[in-house]
């Protein structure tokens, strides 16, 4: 007798995804410059840790909001005591100015829209369950963020139908691929009640462009159906050309008094931005109402604690403070996003060209032994287990071409992303080096077998 439930017992999680396995052996053998210096360096996860100095700094500064005071006097039992699922008006407020502030104040945001959940990931779940019964499919443009598999499918029922995007353009959103994606779920008799795409592009770590947010609105309006818009990445922007909201571009061309309003949702979380995943704070922003009351009552199963809030309501609620952050925080990844750039050129492997997020796409599409995806994930195991870096195959991100891998860059210090460049370019000579050496044994026999025939001939 079975007795786990059929959820419990199902391996759709996507835990077995390449993404996560290496993971998890990086866990096992994790790189530490001292103590396990031959460990694996994990390339794999897309933190931010470039800015905490500036985040410890203004903690030392504000004893009162680290030490839970309110002008000198605890607040401590306020905060220990229940708090509804609305979540505190102050850390509400405050967060829908930062979501402004990043998007250069273009747009506005009003805090009863916001709803409160604990990281991204509960968020974009929340909007399934709110948008999307089981069997319904979402288009979601390729590659993409390999969790998304567990975050909109596992618990939900909801379907996921890949958008094809190429190389070929930059991995650009067509309206070719939007229409086949669409027909595709149409064949497998999927209802399909919208788009998701993050911007900026985790994998690829590039902004929509303007044609593009354009086409994906008249798209959800042609066909009436949601577009979901994850913005989690919206103030890692380094490089031209800016970053635009969904929102900008509803505003500008007056979606303000339409129904398509209403079906367009953004996902953010002060995980990549603020470089706080451990305090596990994410939102949903939405016109529609009925959505906004749903997603609240589903937030009692993942909120933010009233500590978290308080804390960053302080810290987002300095403009001085965010202001230098943000700007500040966007140098040090424009910075390190061209030194690995620069270090991966030298060894000759490119990268997609790129304007934001905490990673790089490249282009190792000459190191495989074949043009496919069993031929990457050999590759990807080599990386792994011989050169000791987990980077994550594009495979796992469902990328349509073998040989695109994501490689994060501000998750480790200076010496650790060195080292990282140090390894592969070891790995890379020594595969030149053998082929090479195949080469000139394949010459020489060549040239043994002709000199033979030569004197069969004489003779």
Request: proline letters at 3%; charged letters at 25%; aromatic letters at 10%.
């Amino acid at each position: 007798m079975k007795l786990l439930s059929k959820k419990a017992m199902c391996n759709s999680h996507g835990q077995d995804s390449s993404y996560f396995l290496g993971w998890e052996e990086y866990e096992k053998n994790p790189y530490d410059e001292t103590r396990n210096p031959k460990g694996i360096i994990q390339m794999g996860l897309a933190e931010n840790q470039l800015s905490f100095d500036l985040l410890e700094s203004w903690l030392a500064q504000n004893p009162d909001a680290a030490g839970f005071k309110r002008n000198g006097e605890s607040i401590f039992r306020e905060l220990a005591l229940f708090q509804d699922y609305h979540g505190l008006p102050a850390f509400k407020d405050a967060l829908v100015q930062f979501m402004a502030e990043i998007r250069g104040n273009k747009v506005s945001f009003d805090s009863n829209k916001l709803v409160l959940t604990a990281g991204a990931t509960s968020a974009n779940e929340t909007l399934m369950f709110c948008l999307a019964d089981r069997g319904d499919a979402f288009l979601l443009p390729t590659p993409y963020y390999p969790g998304f598999d567990r975050d909109l499918k596992w618990r939900t029922g909801a379907e996921i139908v890949p958008i094809q995007c190429t190389s070929s353009n930059g991995f650009r959103i067509t309206e070719s691929a939007l229409e086949e994606a669409y027909e595709e779920a149409e064949r497998r008799n999927l209802r399909v009640k919208g788009v998701l795409v993050t911007n900026p592009s985790n994998p690829l770590g590039t902004t929509l462009s303007k044609h593009e947010l354009e086409l994906l609105l008249t798209f959800i309006a042609t066909k009436c159906i949601h577009l979901i818009s994850d913005e989690i990445y919206s103030g890692t922007v380094f490089n031209s050309p800016k970053f635009i909201s969904v929102m900008e571009v509803l505003m500008e061309n007056n979606y303000m008094y339409t129904d398509v309003w209403d079906r367009v949702h953004i996902v953010y979380s002060l995980s990549k931005d603020l470089g706080l995943p451990g305090f596990r704070v994410g939102a949903i922003y939405s016109n529609d109402d009925m959505v906004v009351s749903a997603a609240t009552k589903m937030s009692s199963f993942g909120l933010i604690s009233s500590q978290t809030q308080y804390l960053l309501s302080a810290m987002l609620s300095d403009k001085l403070f965010t202001k230098k952050y943000v700007s500040e925080n966007q140098k040090r990844l424009k910075k390190r996003h061209e030194m690995l750039v620069r270090g991966l050129k030298r060894i000759g492997i490119s990268c997609l060209d790129s304007n934001a997020g905490l990673f790089c796409w490249l282009d190792m599409r000459h190191l495989l032994s074949s043009n496919t995806f069993d031929a990457e994930m050999e590759l990807w195991k080599k990386i792994v287990y011989e050169v000791g870096l987990n980077i994550s195959p594009g495979s796992s991100c469902h990328c349509t071409e073998p040989g695109w891998f994501r490689a994060c860059f501000a998750n480790m210090s200076e010496d650790t992303l060195n080292i990282a460049i140090q390894r592969l370019k070891a790995f890379v000579d020594s595969r030149d080096n053998q082929h090479t050496s195949s080469k000139k044994k394949s010459f020489s026999k060549w040239i043994v077998r002709l000199s033979f025939n030569e004197r069969q001939r004489e003779r």
